[in-house]
């Protein structure tokens, strides 16, 4: 049964739209937790435009299921996780222009460099993940370079418009995720998913963990975090 990670990411949105310390990533964190969550999720931007050092330090004391920490690789991002010990580092691209991580990482041009930071956080107990594409030739790279996991972006799938480009891009994610299985990669999936789109992926049992953040605090705004998360969770244990 594939698990659930909620990044909390929004929760620091709102509150940066203040500066001010309501509302706390923190505390939903502990209410993702309590609800059922099996990782809570951050991705402290270089930017810091919503996740801050401080909500990472103290997630570090009090997440009791699993820290996953979304990051570039950066020398400085490197050196946080290397302080700060996550349970997974996902390493993702990162622009300060984009509203969102807008794709996965080319492991083709950067496998080298990408290469060296895998084998530094793993060296230090770290696993780490690598956010791809759902594209075969980017999986191969992910298992040369002896990534722990893949997680595969599935907002190419979760934005398609039309039902011809819908299936297209799930059938992409399913021929990336069997490739990753028989490399016997870790298997995570995210981006854009919501309580519609995560029916689709009923027996694709290769995946671990799907990473979900804005569906859920959009609902947790209006219905409370624990409803919100207890709602998805359920939509994962029927897949
Ligand atoms: N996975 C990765 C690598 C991401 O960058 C994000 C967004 O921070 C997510 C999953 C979650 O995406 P969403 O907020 O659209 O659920």
Same mark, same amino acid.
């Given at each position: 049964?594939?698990?659930?990670?909620?990044?909390?990411?929004?929760?620091? +949105?709102?509150?940066?739209?203040?500066?001010?310390?309501?509302?706390?990533?923190?505390?939903?964190?502990?209410?993702? @937790?309590?609800?059922?969550?099996?990782?809570?999720?951050? &991705?402290?931007?270089?930017?810091?435009? &919503?996740?801050?050092?401080?909500?990472?330090?103290?997630?570090?004391?009090?997440?009791?299921?699993?820290?996953?920490?979304?990051?570039?690789?950066?020398?400085?991002?490197?050196?946080?996780?290397?302080?700060?010990? %996550?349970?997974?580092?996902?390493?993702?691209?990162?622009?300060?222009?984009?509203?969102?991580? @807008?794709?996965?990482?080319?492991?083709?041009?950067?496998?080298?460099?990408?290469?060296? +930071?895998?084998?530094?956080?793993?060296?230090?107990?770290?696993?780490?993940?690598?956010?791809?594409?759902?594209? %075969?030739?980017?999986?191969?790279?992910?298992?040369?370079?002896?990534? /722990?996991?893949?997680?595969?972006?599935?907002?190419?799938? #979760?934005?398609?418009?039309? +039902?011809?480009?819908?299936?297209?891009?799930? /059938?992409?994610?399913?021929?990336?995720?069997?490739?990753? &299985?028989?490399?016997?990669?870790?298997?995570?999936?995210?981006?854009?998913? #919501?309580?519609?789109?995560?029916?689709?992926?009923?027996?694709?049992? @290769?995946?671990?963990?799907?990473?979900?953040?804005?569906?859920?605090?959009?609902?947790?705004?209006?219905?409370?975090? @624990?409803?919100?998360?207890?709602?998805?969770?359920?939509?994962?244990?029927?897949?």
């Amino acid at each position: 049964m594939a698990g659930l990670a909620v990044n909390v990411d929004h929760v620091a +949105t709102l509150r940066e739209a203040r500066k001010s310390s309501d509302p706390d990533p923190v505390a939903a964190a502990i209410l993702a @937790e309590l609800a059922g969550a099996d990782g809570i999720v951050v &991705h402290l931007r270089e930017d810091r435009r &919503h996740i801050q050092d401080r909500d990472l330090r103290i997630l570090r004391k009090i997440v009791q299921t699993k820290l996953i920490l979304e990051m570039a690789s950066t020398t400085e991002m490197i050196g946080i996780a290397l302080d700060v010990q %996550p349970e997974v580092v996902t390493l993702v691209p990162e622009k300060r222009e984009e509203l969102t991580t @807008e794709g996965g990482l080319d492991l083709i041009s950067n496998k080298d460099a990408i290469a060296e +930071t895998v084998g530094t956080l793993q060296d230090s107990g770290i696993p780490v993940s690598i956010f791809i594409d759902p594209d %075969p030739d980017q999986i191969k790279v992910a298992h040369q370079i002896n990534a /722990t996991m893949v997680e595969i972006h599935t907002g190419i799938f #979760c934005d398609a418009k039309t +039902t011809k480009k819908k299936e297209q891009a799930f /059938t992409d994610i399913v021929n990336a995720t069997k490739l990753a &299985h028989k490399l016997r990669l870790g298997i995570n999936a995210g981006h854009g998913l #919501c309580y519609n789109t995560i029916k689709t992926f009923k027996g694709l049992r @290769e995946i671990d963990e799907f990473s979900i953040g804005h569906s859920i605090i959009s609902r947790a705004v209006l219905v409370g975090m @624990e409803k919100a998360v207890k709602e998805m969770s359920t939509l994962i244990k029927e897949l």
